[in-house]
């Protein structure tokens, strides 16, 4: 077993896989590291400080995965996957396209227009972003931000847009988006953003050491990093299935893919420059049909169609690149047409078997043990799962269309998994009969069995170290072993958990809130409601935005939390007359009515009790809740 004192190994379980990896895939084939490379122009700089002089982004510490060959603690294929992230900096695509990588977590595209350059996704952060925009303006000439196209509705392709804005000539520049851009954000960013910021450091490491035992990447890209997340509306949400438009001089062919990879999402052609951009929906690797982070599972028809769609048009057009917004392009169009064929048929495959194996009545977690990719489409590079994997791939494709339930009844109504965990460690005669059986399984390389017996212990006593010591040993085998990044990264985020307990994670460093429309800010203080606590309490509050000129009614009623825009109750228990950045303090807890009341930041009249006392029913979220322990 491991200790902290000794380096983590691989058994010889781990080993022996990674040797079967080897075998079944054909690593000398270079034509991958060919095309990374093709249009170099200029490396990325080192570090990128934010504000503060924290390091925002530190692409030296990826420097490791250069070696070869993989350490016996890492998979092989994503060893390699590493490699081919790490080679990053600013790529000329074709003249007049320019692609910075390795900058974020997403890559940004560069189109040079006529007065300008037209920015499509702009980062995960402000730092990053800014640091896109000077390498860029180094080698090429410093014309001001023209348009910004937002491709996509998550975090990595638009959380940086206030630092492409730094370089426009004014802020009412052209921003492009797919039709529900806003909803979708807000969907995902303010009603989830909590429990999803949680999910998503485990699955991007976040709290990993980078290196051969910790982090390698985060299968599409190589960190998410850290900074200052933004936000900014669409001046143009994109509503035609199909729209020829032309920005700056340049002529777009924008392909709406809606409710695929994003449900906000779209693809382009640029005329002028004979390039295809398919946004999330073709990467170099399989994607997630449902992500770990948590998020609404993804129509695999839809985004089968939309790569069909897109494959039909470049048939008929000039085609000198496509770009990826996590991958290098692929050149020439035969080139391309033969990878966007190859991931329309791998999420085509899963799903069209997932679907006949659920109709001869075999169960979700059936499937996803039997299924495997034919050989064509499984030794492809570009279809391995770096990010998604076959089997929570087709766990998502069952669960889309027949939920959560196994249509047994015993699945019906079970125990939760505290309660569960007890009845199962009673059951079998004590959490030290279950140790002692799980240290033999363990021995014998089953890890899958040793993490799913031993959650049970730790559940029902998660003070019990044994338990969690081999359990995270048990973990750590798993992630040493998975060619998916994000799996590993699970894996060992719980296992370093497991060993160190939870962090306080207390630093926000978004600056999305103020951009939040009044509508999704009121959805969120319903969801923050208390019902319980809020029984048999009613309060009716005014709320007039001084900066906006709208009037809002907030009604607490049967324990739920409704609103009605342009409406102002006749007898409210108390009116505010507020701007929305302020109402917004109040509300998150970053401001008091009194404070607000004395800075002249607020006036209120009516019971001023009111309003603290629907404050008191609102709950505060903790970002560190437990994962792995109860």
């Known amino acids: 077993m491991s200790n902290e004192a000794t380096p983590r190994l691989a058994t010889s379980f781990t080993k022996k896989l990674h040797e079967h990896v080897y075998n079944e895939l054909n690593f000398e084939n270079k034509q991958d590291y060919e095309e990374a490379k093709k249009g170099f122009i200029a490396p990325l700089e080192t570090k990128v400080f934010n504000d503060e002089g924290d390091i925002a982004w530190d692409i030296e510490q990826m420097k490791f995965i250069e070696q070869d060959p993989a350490p016996e603690t890492v998979n092989p294929s994503l060893w390699r996957n590493g490699q081919l992230q790490t080679i990053t900096g600013l790529f000329e695509v074709v003249e007049g396209v320019y692609q910075v990588r390795g900058q974020g977590l997403a890559y940004t595209i560069l189109i040079e227009g006529k007065t300008g350059v037209i920015v499509c996704d702009t980062q995960s952060t402000i730092e990053s972003a800014k640091a896109v925009m000077q390498l860029y303006y180094k080698h090429r000439p410093k014309k001001p931000v023209s348009a910004i196209i937002i491709s996509q509705s998550h975090i990595d392709h638009y959380g940086g847009i206030h630092g492409i804005l730094h370089y426009a000539e004014n802020a009412n520049i052209p921003i492009i ?219 998502a494709i069952y669960n889309f269309y027949l939920g959560y339930y196994s249509g047994n009844p015993s699945d019906l109504d079970p125990l939760p998994q505290v309660e569960s965990a007890q009845k199962y460690v009673q059951y079998i005669g004590g959490a030290s009969k279950v140790i002692e059986q799980a240290r033999v399984d363990y021995e014998k390389g089953e890890y899958r069995w040793v993490a799913q017996i031993l ?22 085998q798993l992630g040493f072993q998975a060619e998916s990044a994000i799996w590993r990264n699970v894996y060992l985020s719980g296992a370093h958990e497991l060993r160190h307990g939870v962090k306080s994670e207390t630093k926000n460093t978004s600056k999305m809130l103020n951009d939040v429309p009044v509508d999704d800010f009121f959805k969120l203080l319903a969801i923050k409601l208390n019902g319980p606590k809020a029984e048999g309490i009613s309060v009716t509050i005014n709320v007039t935005f001084t900066d906006m000129n709208e009037t809002y009614t907030l009604y607490v009623e049967n324990s739920v939390l409704t609103y009605k825009a342009n409406v102002a109750a006749d007898q409210p228990d108390t009116a505010l007359i507020i701007d929305k950045v302020a109402f917004y303090k109040i509300g998150t807890g970053q401001l008091t009515p009194e404070q607000a009341l004395a800075d002249g930041q607020l006036s209120l009249s009516g019971e001023s009790a009111k309003l603290n006392e629907f404050l008191e029913l609102l709950d505060t979220f903790d970002i560190m809740s437990n994962i792995v322990t109860p």
Request: net charge negative.
């Open 455 to 476: 959650k049970h212990v730790v559940m029902s006593e998660p003070d019990h170290e044994e338990a969690k010591q081999l359990l995270a040993d048990a973990f750590e």
């Open 177 to 395: 988006a797919p039709e529900n851009f806003t909803k979708e954000t807000m969907s995902e960013q303010v009603l989830l953003g909590i429990i999803m910021s949680r999910r998503a450091q485990y699955q991007a490491g976040a709290m990993l050491p980078i290196g051969p035992t910790g982090q390698i990447n985060a299968g599409i890209g190589l960190d998410v990093g850290s900074g200052t997340i933004s936000f900014k509306a669409p001046t143009n949400e994109i509503h035609e299935k199909f729209l020829k438009t032309e920005i700056d001089g340049i002529t777009f062919q924008f392909q709406l893919a809606l409710n695929t990879e994003a449900p906000s999402e779209m693809h382009f052609y640029v005329h002028d420059y004979k390039v295809m951009f398919a946004s999330e929906n073709a990467n170099r690797t399989m994607h997630q049909i449902y992500t770990l982070r948590g998020a609404k599972p993804r129509d695999t028809l839809a985004w089968v169609n939309a790569l069909d769609t897109t494959i039909d048009f470049c048939k008929k057009v000039e085609l000198e690149a496509l770009i990826m917004i996590h991958a290098w392009p692929a050149f020439g169009k035969e080139n391309a047409l033969y990878h966007l064929k190859m991931q329309r048929d791998m999420y085509k495959y899963m799903h069209d078997q997932t679907v006949r194996l659920a109709n001869h009545g075999y169960t979700m977690d059936e499937i996803a043990e039997a299924m495997q990719l034919p050989p064509t489409l499984n030794t492809y590079w570009g279809n391995r799962g770096y990010y998604g994997t076959l089997k929570h791939n087709v766990k």
